[in-house]
């Protein structure tokens, strides 16, 4: 694979994630490599850690796992077209989110509104809710 836009071997950890837009500032990035939710070839990392083309990184988002191999290194931050192509989520952990993401999905449609508070149309209605009639 090529060398990344800055000609450099290898890149800052937290710069890499930044450029692949796993996260939104160079901070986050570094406060999660910090907090041990990202993974360099199975080790944990520090932010200034070098990455290089061919390295296996685990990310922790939430409940979200990637499990990704980087492909092209940069430390510029461009479109999310060309962000994509840096790296390669496997298939086993693209299937894992995607079921993951579906089951939050159901759980996100199981949960009811609070029966102890009147709706908006119970309240245009007059209904109230039996500790109100005192």
Known sequence: MDKSDTGAENTRLDKWLWA???FKTRQLAADAVRSGHIE???HRAKPGRGVR???????QRGQHIFDIVILQLSARRGPATEARKLYLE???SRAERERLAGELKTQATQI???????????????????????
Not at 53 to 59: F, G, L, M
Not at 112 to 133: A, E, F, I, N, V
């Open 40 to 42: 360099v070839n199975g």
């Open 90 to 92: 496997t298939e086993a």
């Open 20 to 22: 692949a837009r796993f």
């Open 112 to 134: 009811l509104y609070d029966p102890k508070r009147p709706s908006r149309q119970d309240r245009r209605k007059g209904r109230t809710h039996k500790r109100d009639r005192c």
């Open 53 to 59: 083309v061919d390295d296996a990184v685990t990310i």
